[in-house]
C-alpha cells in the first residue's frame, strides 16, 4: 500500500511540475514580445525626428527656391483653373444642348404616338362595315287558369244476391251479381231497408223478388275523384325577344 502511494504522490508530483514549465514559457514567450514591440516603437519615433529635422534643414538652406517654386505653382494652378473653367463651360453647354435636342426627341416621339394612335383607331372603325346580330333575351308571358282540386273519396254501397241455381245437395245458391246501391247523391241505409222490405214482401216461393233475394247483401265500397274546390295557376310560358343588336367584328351596340 506505501509503495502504491509514493507511485501516485509522484504522478501528482510530475504533472505538477510539468504545468508550472508551461506556464513559465508563457511568460518568457508574452515578455519578449513586449519587449519587441517597445524597440519597434522606438526605432519609428527616432526615424520620424530625423525626417523633420532634415526638412528643416533643407527649408533654411533654400528659401528663394521654395518661393520661386510657389511662384511658378501659383501660376500653373492659374492656368490651370482657367482652362477647367473654359472645359466646364464647354461641358454645360454641350449638356444643354443634349437636354435640348432629347426634349425634342421626346416630344416628337410622343407627337408621333399620339398620332399614330388617332389615325389607327380612325382607320379601324372606317376600314369595317358593321355587322349587326340580335342578342336575344327570355321573359315569361303570364297565363292565369282556374285548376279545380280533387280529393280521393272512398264511398261504401250493398250489393244483393241473385239466384244461381241449386247445388249437389238440391240447395238453392246464390251470386253477389244483382243491383247494387251507393251510399251517395243523398241515398242513406234508410232507404236501402225499405227496398229490402218491399223485395221481401213481394218474394216467391224461393224468396226471390225480380230474380233478386232482397234478404241479404253484400258490402261493397268503390273510390272516386271528388271536387272539393279551386286554385288559380299561372300556367304561362317563356319567349325570347332581341333585347339589343350587336356588331360581331368590334362589340358595339346599338
Known amino acids: 500500500m506505501n509503495f502504491k502511494s509514493f507511485i501516485e504522490n509522484k504522478k501528482r508530483f510530475i504533472i505538477i511540475v510539468i504545468i508550472l514549465i508551461v506556464i513559465l514559457c508563457f511568460f518568457i514567450f508574452f515578455s519578449f514580445q513586449s ?4 524597440q519597434k516603437t522606438d526605432d519609428q519615433q527616432t526615424t520620424a525626428l530625423n525626417q523633420q529635422s532634415s ?3 533643407q527649408e533654411d538652406t533654400s528659401p528663394d527656391q521654395s518661393s520661386q517654386k510657389s511662384d511658378s505653382s501659383k501660376k500653373d494652378s492659374s492656368s490651370k483653373t482657367k482652362e477647367t473653367d473654359k472645359n466646364n463651360q ?4 454641350k449638356n444643354d444642348s443634349h437636354t435640348q435636342q ?11 404616338k399620339s398620332s399614330q394612335k388617332s389615325t389607327t ?3 379601324s372603325s372606317s376600314t369595317h362595315k358593321h355587322v349587326w346580330k340580335d342578342h336575344k333575351a327570355k321573359k315569361w308571358v303570364s297565363h292565369m ?9 272512398t264511398i261504401k254501397g250493398a250489393r244483393f244476391y241473385t239466384y244461381s241455381g241449386k247445388n249437389e245437395l238440391g240447395q238453392p245458391t246464390y251470386t253477389a251479381n244483382g243491383p247494387t246501391y251507393w251510399f251517395e247523391n243523398g241515398f242513406t241505409e234508410k232507404d236501402l231497408k225499405n227496398i229490402m222490405v218491399t223485395g221481401i214482401k213481394n218474394a216467391d216461393e224461393n224468396g226471390l223478388y225480380n230474380g233478386v233475394n232482397y234478404s241479404n247483401y253484400q258490402n261493397v265500397s268503390k273510390t272516386e275523384k271528388v271536387k272539393v274546390g279551386s286554385h288559380q295557376e299561372d300556367q304561362g310560358h317563356y319567349e325570347e325577344y332581341v333585347d339589343y343588336q350587336y356588331c ?3 362589340g358595339a351596340k346599338k
Do not use: F
Not at 519587449?35 to 517597445?38: A, D, F, I, L, S
Not at 432629347?102 to 408621333?112: A, D, F, G, P, V
Open 102 to 112: 432629347t426634349s425634342k426627341n421626346s416630344s416628337e416621339t410622343i407627337t408621333n
Open 35 to 38: 519587449q519587441t514591440v517597445v
Open 248 to 250: 360581331s367584328i368590334c
Open 145 to 153: 287558369v282556374t285548376v279545380d282540386d280533387y280529393e280521393t273519396k
Open 121 to 123: 383607331s380612325k382607320s
Open 55 to 57: 526638412n528643416l534643414t
Open 90 to 93: 464647354t461641358k454645360v453647354s
